[in-house]
């Protein structure tokens, strides 16, 4: 399969309405591909709190129609990162979208583990209660946001749920990108599954981003890698090699802690 992570520039000069409209023609120009990454909250900017309450948006919402259309024109699944999404009835959330090729908007996952410790994400939005896996023609996708990354329980439960590619759109800043390399290395070879991490590019509010968006093998081996600048990652892997590795060397097979209970019938 081919997979396109698009590491998106988010700058504060960029209106999102020109954002939402330059991020389709990229999906649009990746017809060919399986699978297309869009990074976290790039309409808005994972680090621009102020605008997030008057900026959120809900699951019909602009970016949801921009980015369906733009799945459709291009015949791709797309994982279109994540918005800032309104919920009529509760908080605001960090929310992905995954269209399948027909543009359909299919599963959305809503980030569990917000940033900020005390402040920004981890006290402005809500928190996901829901682990998301998404079967599609080639494989089952298991989303996770950026901060999740660090989180090693969330991503056995992905794998316990069938996954074997994980994808993880981030907005991660450039102070820490040694963490973002080697979290998504730990990911992969923990699961033995392939990660799928685009992130973004650019400085918002302040921040710059590191970049680097990466796709990893289950054997931890760095198929492809981003730079620092605004780039479309193409890389081409074979999702069969999940199962080859965990036939190989079957780790998975000694855990002892943290299994599921077995279903009563």
Known sequence: MRASLIQLAVSDAEPPAERRARAAALVRAQQGADLVVLPELWPL???AYDLWSD??????????DVMSAAARAAGVWLHAGSIVERDPDGPIYNTSLL??????????YRKIHRFGFDSGEAVVMGAGQEIVTAPTDFAT??????????????????????????????AWPARRREHWTLLARARAVEEQAFVLACNTAGTHAGVEQAGHSIVV?????????????EEVLVVEFDPAEVAKAREEFPVLRDRLLGIPAPVQR
């Open 45 to 47: 900017g994972g680090f």
């Open 99 to 108: 269209f399948s090729p027909d543009g359909e908007l299919v599963h959305t």
């Open 141 to 170: 996708l298991g989303l996770a946001t950026c901060y999740d990354l660090r989180f090693p329980e969330l991503f056995r439960a992905l794998l316990d749920a069938g996954a074997q590619l994980l994808v993880v759109p981030a």
């Open 55 to 64: 900026g959120a948006e809900t699951l019909d919402g602009p970016t949801s």
């Open 217 to 229: 093998d289950p054997w931890g081996r760095v198929l492809a890698e981003a730079g620092a600048d």
